[in-house]
């Protein structure tokens, strides 16, 4: 992502670009936007194994989790001058049609020999949300009166493990996964390498933080969404799937 390549422009689209959005709504005389965030915001590191709003952003050495924490609080303070309504949303993984990374790359990667991944992939979780469900929550949060100030999760309940979701996606092939698992006592000496030496500003000082999220248990709560905005997301991942594969045959990869 742009994150990677260059901080700056990160931090031009979602800092200075979510404060020009909100003043240009402002200008245009709307009463509310809906800022999307992610739960990047609560950072690459290890995290309580239910994850509430209540945690607050505390964004990591990666720039995208800074840039999407910083957005927040620009995304705030906007609302503050301009007098517009704010609610944050913080989506996890957004999957389904015409998702280019979460959908069609993750797809391609059961299509090789083995896929490499660490330990089993059957206690970390993806946070997984359907992009229909996510727009539901788009539509109830810009006019649900309990939405207004407010930040919600938005991630589907319950969290698939990385194992099942590459196994959903092999199956949409009719192919069995070919798992590659590096074991964790090893990965973690990697990972703590990484940490100690690796550039500032990159992935790799998170390396511990980001093996703990893919090998362990880390719930994202939807909760509050639930009973605030009574969102109920309509996709389980074999729905989701199924409507993922409807668009992968669309574009010719399945």
């Keep these: 992502p742009a994150s990677e390549r260059d901080p700056a422009l990160s931090r031009a689209v979602n800092v200075d670009g979510t404060r020009n959005v909100i003043f240009a709504a402002s200008e245009a ?57 704010l609610a944050i949303l913080r989506p996890g993984a957004i999957y389904g049609p015409r ?20 330990g089993d992939g059957r206690r970390g979780t993806i946070p997984a949300v359907f ?25 589907a309940q319950p969290q698939p493990t990385w194992r099942d979701y590459f196994e959903a996606f092999a199956a949409l092939r009719g192919d069995r996964l070919r798992w590659l698992g590096f074991p964790l006592f090893a990965m973690r000496s990697v990972a703590a390498i990484g940490a100690r030496f690796g550039p500032r500003g ?26 605030r905005l009574g969102w109920i997301p309509q996709h389980d991942l074999a729905a ?10 669309e574009i010719g990869d399945l």
Aim: glycine letters at 8%; aromatic letters at 8%.
């Design 202 to 227: 990159t992935r790799a000082k998170d390396a511990p933080g980001l093996l703990h999220l893919a090998s362990e248990r880390v719930t994202y709560s939807n909760a509050k969404a639930r009973d």
């Design 131 to 155: 992009i229909d469900d996510l727009v539901d929550l788009c539509l109830l949060a810009a006019r649900h009166p309990d939405a207004v100030g407010e930040a919600f999760n938005a991630v």
């Design 240 to 249: 989701g799937m199924a409507r993922s594969a409807d668009w992968l045959r």
């Design 99 to 118: 998702s280019g990374f979460w959908t069609q790359k993750f797809f391609a990667l059961t299509g090789g020999i083995v896929l490499p991944f660490v």
């Design 29 to 85: 005389g709307a009463r509310r936007v809906v800022h999307i965030s992610s739960i990047a915001v609560y950072g690459y590191r290890v995290l309580p194994e239910i994850v509430t709003e209540a945690l607050g952003p505390n964004p990591s050495h990666e720039p995208y989790t800074r840039s999407k924490s910083e957005g927040e609080s620009a995304a705030r303070e906007a609302a503050d001058q301009t007098g517009l309504e």
